[in-house]
Structure formats: structure tokens, C-alpha cells
């Protein structure tokens, strides 16, 4: 299954990105490398930006400067991309706007199936600023939001899926699984293991349904609503504890 963080509109050459720029051949290469093992799902824009298709990368072939992207599922935008000139690659991962700029793609062969093969980019923008950054919790540092019931009853207890300065998004039951878009939650409970206690209003801002060995969920992404400096302080010291840990383990 596709890692599928949604991707916002490429980002125009008159914001201030140069900064986040790579031109590094080798950083160039781990950046795309991570965007296949981790499954991303990548939107192209082609024809000005007017049309797109939802691929996700298949290979990297530095030998020949060139990288192999799956079909889209729709013949006549796959026929429109091949005739572009200029193909915009945008990805969201773990919270990191991912974007590069190629030329011509041809058709080609990968694997047995069809597929489509562009030249390797020679820079690539890599952007991540702190309200984009996103902390998808480990096992080890699993947290849980408690919601509490309007009418006084007991609080519905929920894992959570990812957590951000910005937000948090919640892995559903049957109970909230039909939430409605701008529905607000009030005085949520989340227990930042020693870090303390976060009470906040959360504001739902989308929901998707993702499979899990277990069967289809439904994750609702929610904001917090005017979250205070103090509360902003533990999840930013939880989530750079948990980083920590993690990248203990792999080291280790």
C-alpha cells in the first residue's frame, strides 16, 4: 500500500525555495532511493500544470542518469504526459515536500509491465520547515488521545497515528469513523508518556480510510485549535525525545 501524504500544487520558481535546493548527485539519489522503499505515492503535473497523474517511483538507474515511474491508471494522460516537455515529480515524505523538474519521458519495460522512464533531475527541492515537520509514532512511544463525551459519559480512548506542532491525526472507531470536516473535539486528553499532559480542542480536517493487517480504518486528521506555548513545548520535546530513541535503535 502507498505511504499517501497528500501533495499540495508544485511550488512556483518566485517563492524563496533556493535555500532548500539540492544539487548534490549523491543526496539526490538517497532522497529518491527513500521515496521508493518507503512507497510514496508521487503526483506529476504535466501540460503547464494543468493535468496530473498519481504514480509512484520504480527504480533509479544512476549508471544511465535515469529514473523509472510507474504508468498512470489513465491511458489518455498517459498519451498527454509523453508528448510534455517539462514534468513536475511532488511528494509528501514524513511531512517533507519532496520536488523535481525533468524533461521528455519515454515508455519502457520494467519488470514485465509498462512503465515510463525520464532523466535523472539535476536539482532537487527538499523543503522542510517546522510546521511541516510530522512524527509518525514508533510502537515504542505509542500515545493515545482521550475525547470526551459532551453528554458527561466516559472518554473514547484513540491511538494515534502521527503528531505535529500543527496537529495530530487519530487512528478511528465506528463511533467517530463518520466525523464530519471542521467537527471539533474539546478538552482532549493526550499523555506524552513523561513528558506531562497536552489538553487541547482539536479540529477535524480530513479523513481517509488506509488498510491495516487488521482490516480498512478510518484516520481522521485533525488540527489543534489555538494550542498554548506551553502545551506547543512538551509536543516539541516529546517529538524530538522519540526521534532520538528511534535513531538510537538503528544505530544500535
Do not use: W
Not at 525533468?102 to 519488470?111: C, D, G, H, L, R
Amino acid at each position: 500500500m502507498f505511504n499517501n501524504e497528500s501533495a499540495a500544487q508544485p511550488l512556483e520558481s518566485s517563492e524563496d525555495i533556493s535555500q532548500y535546493l539540492l544539487h548534490s548527485r549523491s543526496e539526490i539519489l538517497y532522497i529518491l532511493r527513500e521515496l521508493i522503499s518507503k512507497k510514496t505515492m508521487v503526483t506529476v503535473y504535466f501540460n503547464r500544470g494543468k493535468e496530473f497523474i498519481l504514480t509512484a517511483m520504480l527504480t533509479v538507474l544512476p549508471e544511465r542518469g535515469a529514473i523509472v515511474f510507474d504508468c498512470g491508471s489513465q491511458d489518455a494522460l498517459n498519451q498527454k504526459l509523453l508528448e510534455s516537455d517539462r514534468i513536475i515529480f511532488v511528494a509528501a515524505m514524513s511531512g517533507i515536500r519532496i520536488q523535481f523538474v525533468t524533461n521528455k519521458v519515454q515508455e519502457v519495460q520494467f519488470q514485465g509491465k509498462d512503465a515510463f522512464i525520464t532523466d535523472f533531475p539535476k536539482q532537487l527541492l527538499r523543503l522542510q520547515r517546522r510546521e511541516f515537520y510530522r512524527l509518525e509514532i514508533p510502537a515504542f512511544a505509542r500515545i493515545e488521545c482521550a475525547i470526551p463525551d459532551p453528554s458527561g459519559g466516559k472518554s473514547t480512548v484513540l491511538p494515534i497515528h502521527d503528531i505535529s506542532l500543527g496537529g495530530l491525526s487519530i487512528t478511528s472507531n465506528k463511533q467517530f469513523e463518520n466525523s464530519e470536516i471542521m467537527e471539533k473535539f474539546h478538552n482532549c486528553r493526550i499523555e506524552l508518556k513523561n513528558f506531562g499532559t497536552v489538553i487541547a480542542d482539536l479540529e477535524v480536517r480530513n479523513s481517509i480510510q488506509v488498510t491495516q493487517r487488521s482490516g480498512p480504518v478510518t484516520r481522521l486528521g485533525c488540527k489543534f485549535i489555538d494550542l498554548s506555548p506551553a502545551m506547543q513545548s512538551l509536543v516539541q520535546r516529546y517529538m524530538v525525545n522519540v526521534e532520538k530513541e528511534r535513531r538510537a535503535m538503528t544505530a544500535g
